[in-house]
T-cell receptor, first 110, second 113 residues
Framework: GIQVEQSPPDLILQEGANSTLRCNFSDSVNNLQWFHQNPWGQLINLFYIPSGTKQNGRLSATTVATERYSLLYISSSQTTDSGVYFCAVAPYSSASKIIFGSGTRLSIRP | DAGVTQSPTHLIKTRGQHVTLRCSPISGHKSVSWYQQVLGQGPQFIFQYYEKEERGRGNFPDRFSARQFPNYSSELNVNALLLGDSALYLC????????????FGQGTRLTVV
């Protein structure tokens, strides 16, 4: 089955810093989403981005489907950005099943 | 508009017991999927239902079953609970079966003792 790898696994930054999170996937996908999981477990939708680039405030994402990767950019980090960021894909071979990466744990220090 | 709602939010069960978890999708969404998330890992796909039919099943034992009702709400049932079933169970709602954005509920945290 498709493999989804996220890097780095952990990231510790000072408030105000910028960061780039990466998601690599091993096969063609129907769609790709980025989520932020808060300390209470809620998965918050950040981007639905099968291809191209999107921006929402301090966050932006780019997916290059032909090269099988996606990047999530966070600028001017705030302590509320802390948490786990997940990339999730729906493979062409089984589009009903969303496969999650293992996540990047981001800690923003004041 | 209400998002995806799950009940209960927390649950403690004893090994060998049965549990039923419930999910109401976003109004207008016809697809519901279930995921299990154990501590330190990403969510793992269990089932997807669309228009009351099972569309996909993950690598989980037959102790796990689910169904979707005419109002598109869904139940996840787990029989003969094991300690290893302790996890956060997440429900996702989407408009269609494929190619559409999924939205998640707050989850049910199940502890098996």
């Amino acid at each position: 089955g498709i493999q989804v790898e996220q890097s780095p696994p952990d990231l510790i930054l000072q408030e105000g810093a910028n960061s780039t999170l990466r998601c690599n996937f091993s096969d063609s996908v129907n769609n790709l989403q980025w989520f932020h999981q808060n300390p209470w477990g809620q998965l918050i939708n950040l981007f639905y981005i099968p291809s191209g680039t999107k921006q929402n405030g301090r966050l932006s994402a780019t997916t290059v489907a032909t090269e099988r990767y996606s990047l999530l950019y966070i600028s001017s980090s705030q302590t509320t950005d802390s948490g786990v960021y997940f990339c999730a894909v729906a493979p062409y071979s089984s589009a009903s099943k969303i496969i999650f990466g293992s996540g990047t744990r981001l800690s923003i220090r004041p | 508009d209400a998002g995806v709602t799950q009940s209960p939010t927390h649950l403690i069960k004893t090994r060998g017991q049965h549990v039923t978890l419930r999910c109401s999708p976003i109004s207008g969404h016809k697809s519901v999927s279930w995921y299990q998330q154990v501590l330190g890992q990403g969510p793992q796909f269990i089932f997807q239902y669309y228009e009351k039919e099972e569309r996909g099943r993950g690598n989980f034992p037959d102790r796990f079953s689910a169904r979707q009702f005419p109002n598109y709400s869904s139940e996840l049932n787990v029989n003969a609970l094991l300690l290893g079933d302790s996890a956060l169970y997440l429900c996702a709602s989407s408009w269609g079966p494929d190619d559409t954005e999924a939205f998640f509920g707050q989850g049910t945290r199940l502890t098996v003792v």
